[in-house]
């Protein structure tokens, strides 16, 4: 097995930080769930459950005699799909540009939104709000106020919002 390398696996199992899966030759490796998808958003094992077969890029090489687990790499599943990345063109990210995106979740110190492009955008501070709660979901037009291509960040501020949610 060479970094590179495409393999078959089955998830064997799958927790908050990402899966564990078996290739078809019994060699155990680990993906992070950042190498779930270019969503940064798809995390969890509802994401990967036990038993799901795919394919995944072998991105590092593992002794597997020095990790708890025993696994001799570690995968990605989003590098099969570079054409999917919201940042193989960064330049369209500028400050002052704006985009429509969904408020995708809400923290204590400010939410995300997916914009349309794919790419997660941060809100912080929390823009007042009396039903923060039910923001979640609901389509906005951000404006950039922060870019940092190298580590893949976007910052906005709502300039509107709409009630209705995505999809309705």
């Not at 696994?71 to 369209?92: C, M, Q, V, Y």
């Not at 709000?129 to 389509?139: I, N």
Request: contains cysteine; proline residues 6%.
């Amino acid at each position: 097995m060479r970094i590179g390398d495409t393999v078959s696996c089955e998830v064997a199992r799958s927790g908050q930080w990402g899966a564990y899966v078996i290739t078809e030759s019994g060699e155990q490796g680990f993906i992070n769930f950042l190498e779930f998808s270019w969503n940064k958003n798809a995390k969890g094992p509802n994401y990967l459950p036990v038993g799901s077969k795919l394919q995944a890029i072998v991105i590092g090489l593992l002794d597997p005699l020095r990790n708890d687990a025993g696994a001799s790499f570690l995968g990605s599943l989003r590098k099969l799909h570079p054409e999917l990345n919201p940042w193989r063109d960064p330049t369209i990210y500028q400050v002052g540009r704006e985009f429509e995106g969904t408020i995708t979740s809400i923290w204590d110190w400010g939410l995300f939104v997916r914009l349309d492009t794919g790419a997660n955008a941060a809100v912080i501070p929390l823009p007042i709000h009396e039903a923060l709660d039910k923001l979640e979901g609901q389509r906005v037009r951000v404006q950039i106020i922060a870019v940092s291509p190298a580590l893949e960040k976007i910052e906005v501020e709502i300039v509107s919002h709409s009630p209705s949610r995505h999809g309705n």
